[in-house]
């Protein structure tokens, strides 16, 4: 199946930057399969069972590593950092020094700069079945960034269909930190027209509007009675048009939900199409909900078919955006000697008939 997807598959097992990348496949007992690269520590491909019991691959990317390298969209499926989501005018001080990252999206730094982690050649040095683990070492002044941090992202693909990413982090000098990952779904197959249709639920009661540049105003608003109140299943399109001052600007939705507490998914999107179903489980504080506002058509995916707006979604568990300009908001300061930890679980599952769903 995988070999149909990525009949190329060999061709990920290249060098970048004089370091070898492969393709890394987890699977388990019921077929679900993930394709992992090194470069970016990234997933290029999520199998998974429809309703039909049909393999399914519902995350977007490219069959070929040049895919990735040269796309229009740098971020599909991979591991973001050293800071995640925006750093207003890419400045922020620490212990009274300024830092400065090169602002690579209008007036700021995004996911990192330019060459974040999503550009690196990550080394792995655990690889079972159903286990990868990637390592990096981000030099003391990468990207602007102080401190030497130390990195390691763990895939783990469980029996019960579950992906657990998990991240941990030691630094040499103060520093701040937002790792997450950026894989974008369409539960309907990647390339299979838009997530329009896709029910969604988010278990937040606030999130954070932004501004004309995407910085959080350092509000937190409600969702009641707008168009980002997601707490009672509805389509991800029944809203997004709406005329909404913190929506049409943006084209959509792109912004962090403050998640509420307690047990159950931060979140869950399922296709009534394919009945495939997503439910996200984090320990970060926020998820930015993002409707692939801005792809428009430049990248041609695995099937060969473009990626358009709405063509996906990404549900990217993480601290909020400018938090090291936010003292409000949960800190994103990592000390040497502490040890940064945080945890996602993407689940699948599938649901056979949508009406019998009581919660749905
Ligand atoms: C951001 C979007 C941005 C996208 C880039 C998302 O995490 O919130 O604004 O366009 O990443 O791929």
């Not at 998914?265 to 930015?288: H, K, M, R, W, Y």
């Amino acid at each position: 199946m995988l070999h149909d997807l990525l009949p190329n598959a060999v061709d990920f097992d290249t060098r970048i930057a004089g370091k070898n990348t492969h393709l890394l496949i987890l699977k388990n007992d019921r077929g679900v399969t993930v394709a992992l690269s090194d470069f970016g520590a990234r997933i290029v491909s999520l199998l998974v069972p429809d309703r039909q019991g049909l393999l399914t691959d519902v995350v977007l990317g490219f069959p070929t590593i040049r895919g990735y390298t040269d796309a229009a969209e740098q971020y599909h499926g991979a591991t973001i950092g050293r800071f995640a989501n925006r750093i207003a005018g890419g400045k922020f001080t620490l212990d009274g020094q300024t830092h400065t990252i090169e602002p690579n999206h209008g007036p700021n730094a995004l996911h990192g700069g330019e060459n974040g982690f999503h550009r690196q050649v990550w080394d792995r040095r655990v690889n079972y079945l159903q286990q990868a683990d990637f390592y990096y070492v981000s030099a003391s002044g990468e990207a602007g960034f102080p401190g030497k941090l130390a990195v390691r992202v763990k895939y783990r693909l469980t029996d019960n269909n579950e992906l657990i990413i998990s991240y941990r982090a030691e630094t040499t000098e103060p520093t701040v930190i937002n790792l997450t990952n950026h894989a974008y779904f369409n539960l309907n197959g990647e390339g299979n027209g838009d997530v329009l249709g896709h029910l969604a639920r988010i278990n937040a009661d606030h999130y954070l509007p932004v501004d004309q540049a995407q910085i959080p105003t350092g509000a937190v608003a409600s969702v009641a009675n707008t168009p980002f109140d997601f707490r009672k299943a509805k389509t991800i399109g029944r809203d997004i048009g709406q005329p909404h001052d913190q929506l049409t600007p943006h084209g959509g939705y792109d912004h962090t939900y403050v998640l509420n507490t307690g047990p159950g998914p931060s979140a869950s999107i399922v296709s009534p199409d394919t009945g495939i179903c997503l439910e996200v489980f984090t320990n970060e504080p926020g998820l930015q909900f993002y409707t692939g506002n801005a792809l428009d058509g430049a990248d041609f995916g695995k099937q060969g078919k473009p990626y358009k707006q709405y063509g996906a979604f990404c549900l990217e568990a993480q601290h909020f955006p400018d938090s090291p300009n936010q003292p409000k908001f949960p800190s994103t300061q990592l000390l040497p000697g502490e040890t940064f930890q945080s945890e996602t679980t993407y689940r699948f599952s599938v649901m056979k008939a949508m009406g019998r769903m009581p919660d749905w």
